[in-house]
């Protein structure tokens, strides 16, 4: 299996484990990701704004390129993969936007949200399979108590992600069985860690994101896994908690051996 890559900004910086580990993960399970070789920053917050045009254009360019590519594009970062996806769905959803973005971009064959856009999480399970991945496991997580750490950004808009359930998601657990572990269910794994308001309201941040942690604690945890860049960064930061926040991919690439 083949599919394009959009790492965007943090993973070539902060975020680097995510995108290193998810490549490492991919290729011991036979999938490939292909880097778009021109790709630019997605704008990491969608433009609620619906006269706002150009935040979107870079977005445009990633879903034309794998679309011309003839593939589906993957993403691994949480921010990057609300944006992608939110301006697909208004490329094919919303003919005004659409109409617009062609005529800036004068693309020979207009776009009009034809690529399909699958977060990293979606492969493993959609594509590859968690029986797959379990049969590949060379290191048991046996013993270890995981938290998934949804956010927000995976989860909503549901009607646009329709990634899973925003009330009960249950595709990082279904991961973590496969690698072995026992995943923890707790109230706080889908709530906003309040990475977003960190630069103007660091108290209300730091409050929330010790709420996350404090609940992950009290179930049980002893690793907080997430996808979030910026959610791992706050919740290690603020939790104010011992336990460890690392990207799920790292947690994969560990199961497999190719850590």
């Known amino acids: 299996m083949k599919f394009s890559y959009y790492p965007g ?11 290193r580990y998810g490549r490492l993960a991919a290729k011991a399970l036979g999938f490939t990701l292909e880097e778009l070789p021109d790709w630019q920053c997605c704008g990491a917050v969608y ?16 879903l034309v390129a794998t679309r011309d590519e003839g593939q589906e594009l993957v993403t691994l970062c949480s921010a990057c993969h609300n944006v992608i996806k939110q301006v697909n769905n208004d490329m094919a959803a919303d003919a005004d936007i659409a109409l617009r973005v062609n ?9 009009n949200g034809e690529t399909s856009v699958l977060h990293y999480l979606e492969v493993l399970r959609d594509r590859v399979g968690f029986d797959k991945i379990k049969a590949a496991v060379k290191n048991p997580l046996t013993g ?12 909503r808009p549901r009607k646009v992600m329709q990634f899973d359930d925003p009330e009960n ?3 990082l657990e279904g991961l973590i ?3 072995g572990a026992e995943p923890v269910i707790w109230g706080m794994r889908n709530e906003c860690c309040g990475g977003y308001v ?11 994101s010790n709420i996350v942690m404090q609940d992950a604690k009290k179930n049980g945890a002893d690793t907080v896994i997430t996808a979030c860049p910026l959610c791992l960064y706050n919740l290690a930061k603020n ?5 460890p926040v690392v990207y799920f991919t790292e947690l994969l690439a560990e199961a497999l051996g190719v850590k």
């Not at 900004?9 to 995108?19: F, V």
């Not at 706002?52 to 254009?57: G, S």
């Not at 939790?239 to 336990?243: A, M």
């Open 169 to 171: 998601p249950t595709i």
């Open 47 to 62: 433009p609620m704004a619906k006269d706002e045009i150009a935040t979107k254009l870079s977005a445009v360019r990633a």
């Open 144 to 155: 270890r108590r995981i938290a998934a750490y949804y956010g927000c950004l995976l989860l």
């Open 9 to 19: 900004c943090t993973l070539k910086t902060k975020g680097k484990d995510l995108d």
């Open 239 to 243: 939790g104010g908690t011992e336990l």
């Open 198 to 208: 960190a630069a103007e309201d660091k108290e209300q941040s730091q409050k929330r």
């Open 177 to 179: 069985r496969a690698l």
């Open 103 to 111: 005529n800036y971009l004068g693309l020979e064959t207009p776009y």
